[in-house]
């Protein structure tokens, strides 16, 4: 028997913190003004404070652990993947610092030090949205999510809840034919032949799955009914906390974007504007990204 635990899937378990206490339609929102704000400026010294952000956030949601998981395994690789592509790709930039020739269909292929700038730049863009997302997979209540999803449309929201639901269950179906197909004395078709038998009996599986399923929600009446009622809970001091805080980290992103402030940008030159106004910008980032954490008043352990 092995001595090292498995590690447990990334997925949404209930923790005492205080996002975790917030609604999901907040939690949500929270991570998606930080992935938002990402999307709105470009300058550095904001993108690092918005990680920073979203990774405090993380561990104070106790979910860090998963989301430096996530991003060494799947986040970071294909944010380097980007920077590699943008500096093989890129045309534009003055500072080059390696000449590699014709490269056929790229052409003359010149490697720039604005396209290595701008390639990291977007990589950590791209690194933060992805960390964002993962943190509202983790911290927000999926069924929760649905159950604010049915005022606007029922049949979607019941139908994101069976793939939620089901998609597991054919993983397993899945995993079952195959060891089954193993234990054939002739050893079962190997190869594509035998993936593609054990997805054939997968989708049919699954198809007949849904007609039984469809079929018992129809005699339980779903869809006979329109928009159920609205849910009367009322707003608590981490759902105003936390929306307030991605109200204000969205605010700041656009101060930076659309304000007075000298813009970062990367071609033909690279420039790299460092003024307090960007220093207090990203501070504040960080800061309304942790202040709803510092409430914790009525967080069960």
């Given at each position: 028997?092995?001595?090292?635990?498995p590690r447990?899937p990334?997925?949404?378990?209930?923790?005492?913190?205080?996002?975790?206490?917030?609604?999901?339609?907040i939690?949500?929102a929270y991570?998606?003004?930080?992935?938002?704000?990402?999307?709105?400026?470009?300058?550095?010294l904001m993108?690092?404070?918005?990680?920073?952000g979203?990774?405090?956030?993380?561990?104070?949601?106790g979910?860090g652990?998963?989301?430096?998981?996530?991003?060494?395994?799947?986040?970071?690789?294909?944010?380097?993947?980007?920077?590699?592509?943008?500096?093989l790709?890129?045309?534009?930039?003055l500072?080059?610092?390696a000449?590699?020739?014709?490269?056929?269909v790229?052409?003359?292929?010149?490697?720039t030090v604005?396209?290595?700038?701008?390639?990291?730049?977007?990589?950590?863009?791209l690194?933060?949205?992805t960390?964002?997302?993962?943190?509202?997979?983790?911290a927000?209540?999926?069924?929760?999510?649905?159950?604010a999803?049915?005022?606007?449309?029922?049949?979607s929201?019941?139908t994101a809840?069976?793939?939620?639901?089901?998609?597991?269950?054919l993983?397993a179906?899945?995993?079952r034919?195959a060891?089954?197909?193993?234990?054939?004395?002739?050893g079962g078709?190997?190869?594509?032949?035998?993936r593609?038998?054990?997805?054939?009996a997968?989708?049919?599986?699954?198809l007949?799955?849904?007609l039984?399923v469809?079929a018992v929600?129809?005699?339980r009446?779903?869809g006979?009914?329109?928009r159920?009622p609205?849910?009367?809970r009322?707003?608590?001091?981490?759902?105003?906390?936390?929306a307030?805080?991605?109200a204000?980290i969205?605010?700041l992103a656009?101060?930076?974007?659309?304000?007075s402030?000298?813009?970062?940008h990367?071609?033909?030159?690279i420039?790299l504007?460092?003024?307090?106004?960007?220093?207090v910008l990203s501070?504040?980032?960080v800061l309304?990204?942790?202040?709803?954490?510092l409430?914790?008043?009525?967080?069960?352990?």
């Open positions: 028997m092995s001595l090292i635990a447990r990334i997925a949404y378990r209930r923790r005492a913190s205080p996002l975790h206490a917030a609604r999901a339609s939690a949500a991570g998606a003004a930080i992935a938002t704000a990402a999307l709105l400026t470009e300058h550095p993108l690092a404070a918005l990680l920073l979203v990774l405090a956030a993380g561990g104070a949601a979910v652990g998963e989301l430096t998981r996530a991003a060494l395994s799947t986040a970071l690789p294909l944010a380097l993947l980007s920077v590699l592509v943008n500096v790709v890129s045309r534009g930039g500072t080059v610092f000449r590699l020739g014709d490269w056929g790229l052409g003359q292929v010149n490697l604005e396209a290595v700038l701008y390639g990291l730049d977007f990589a950590l863009r690194l933060i949205v960390l964002a997302c993962l943190l509202v997979f983790c927000a209540d999926p069924d929760e999510l649905l159950f999803v049915r005022r606007v449309s029922p049949r929201a019941l809840a069976l793939a939620t639901r089901l998609l597991p269950v993983g179906d899945a995993r034919l060891e089954a197909q193993r234990s054939r004395p002739d078709a190997g190869g594509v032949r035998g593609l038998a054990i997805l054939r997968t989708v049919g599986g699954a007949d799955r849904s039984d469809a929600l129809e005699l009446g779903y006979a009914r329109g159920g609205a849910a009367r009322p707003l608590s001091r981490h759902d105003l906390a936390f307030a805080s991605g204000a969205l605010a656009l101060i930076g974007a659309l304000g402030l000298a813009p970062f990367t071609y033909p030159l420039s504007p460092l003024s307090a106004g960007w220093i501070l504040l980032s309304v990204a942790g202040v709803p954490f409430d914790r008043r009525g967080i069960e352990p």
